[in-house]
T-cell receptor, first 113, second 113 residues
Framework: GNSVTQMEGPVTLSEEAFLTINCTYTATGYPSLFWYVQYPGEGLQLLLKATKADDKGSNKGFEATYRKETTSFHLEKGSVQVSDSAVYFCALSLGGGSEKLVFGKGTKLTVNP | NAGVTQTPKFQVLKTGQSMTLQCAQDMNHEYMSWYRQDPGMGLRLIHYSVGAGITDQGEVPNGYNVSRSTTEDFPLRLLSAAPSQTSVYFC????????????FGSGTQLSVL
């Protein structure tokens, strides 16, 4: 079946450190890939997405590149801030509507000053 | 814009009690859904709707009912609460179609004693 595997958390970094959160997927076709972010006490919100191989999604200094050869969509940021502390969810969709969205289990990031 | 509004934010129930979690959106989205979020489990889809008068089951529908009488509202009913339903519940909405951005409410934290 279709699934998303994220690196185990929690992840703790110091401000201005480099961030990588790994995400790999298994899918029967060619999915679109997403990163959602959940700030404390809030619902999830879309951070970035990529809809085809080699596409790079980017937003708020975060980037992720759709790698078909390694079935990966790792999230990166060059210099994290305390305000980036949140839970990050990788997700995939094979189309057909939002009910087909498959989420990973989430990775909690804490950034210390 | 209010976006997706969920009420209540917190609720404590006794086993066997019933209650309704409310969800409303003001973006004229056709698609609405309910997720539950449990530690280490990520997000699991309970029920969803692709338009007024249409509902369908997600991954974990047992113990929950939904209805969609209007485009704006999508209430979730717990018929007879059980401790296993202790969770954080999120309502989400989007336009119908491929790869649409999901908009989430801020969640309802439910405890069943």
């Amino acid at each position: 079946g279709n699934s998303v595997t994220q690196m185990e958390g929690p992840v703790t970094l110091s401000e201005e450190a480099f961030l990588t959160i790994n995400c790999t997927y298994t899918a029967t076709g060619y999915p679109s890939l997403f990163w959602y972010v959940q700030y404390p006490g809030e619902g999830l919100q879309l951070l970035l997405k990529a809809t085809k191989a080699d596409d790079k999604g980017s937003n708020k200094g975060f980037e992720a590149t759709y790698r078909k050869e390694t079935t990966s969509f790792h999230l990166e940021k060059g210099s994290v801030q305390v305000s980036d502390s949140a839970v990050y969810f990788c997700a995939l969709s094979l189309g057909g509507g939002s009910e087909k969205l498959v989420f990973g289990k989430g990775t909690k990031l804490t950034v210390n000053p | 814009n209010a976006g997706v509004t969920q009420t209540p934010k917190f609720q404590v129930l006794k086993t066997g009690q019933s209650m309704t979690l409310q969800c409303a959106q003001d973006m004229n989205h056709e698609y609405m859904s309910w997720y539950r979020q449990d530690p280490g489990m990520g997000l699991r889809l309970i029920h969803y709707s692709v338009g007024a008068g249409i509902t369908d089951q997600g991954e974990v529908p047992n113990g929950y009912n939904v209805s969609r009488s209007t485009t704006e509202d999508f209430p979730l009913r717990l018929l007879s609460a059980a401790p296993s339903q202790t969770s954080v519940y999120f309502c989400a909405s989007s336009y119908t179609g491929d790869n649409e951005k999901l908009f989430f409410g801020s969640g309802t934290q439910l405890s069943v004693l």
